[in-house]
């Protein structure tokens, strides 16, 4: 793929910085006087399909609310070789257990690195989780430029 800005990344470029997994934000919408509801999450990237896997907390007492269908942004952001980057991927979440994607989910979790993160203030085994994916309609890349606008590159 060609770029059609010199600070996108090429799909091969993206690729990589996604690696198998790794850490970023998610963003649900809310209704329409709220802010969006933003929590940091660990995912998992399957370059074959471009889709992300999420291990999410769920159950009646999570602020996330029903996630199955539910529009979201995922940003993932590093600087790896000192070299800022950003993926911003945007669709609906689905459920893993679906049956209309649980075979083809089973089979891209296998390729993934779902990196299990503690951030909860009870016991791992008392928070219940569900996994979703995200196959993105719209991506979208970006990455530092070495101009020398803001001094030496």
Do not use: C
């Amino acid at each position: 793929m060609s770029t059609d800005h010199p600070n996108e990344m090429t799909d091969e470029e993206r690729d990589a910085f996604l690696g198998t997994g790794g850490t970023g934000v998610l963003s649900l919408n809310t209704s329409n006087d709220e802010p969006p509801f933003s929590v940091p999450v660990s995912y998992g990237y399957d370059d074959s399909t471009g889709t992300f896997y999420f291990r999410l907390a769920a159950g009646s007492d999570s602020r996330k609310g029903d996630l199955a269908d539910r529009p979201v942004t995922f940003v993932a952001y590093g600087s790896p070789e000192d070299r800022w980057q950003s993926v911003v991927a945007q669709g609906r979440l689905e459920p893993t257990t679906a049956d209309s994607v649980a075979i083809e989910s089973l089979e891209g979790l296998r390729r993934v690195d779902l990196q299990y993160v503690d951030i909860f203030d009870q016991p791992l085994e008392t928070v219940e989780f569900e996994f979703y994916r995200l196959a993105p309609e719209r991506i979208g890349t970006r990455r530092e430029s070495h101009t020398g606008v803001y001094g030496p590159s």
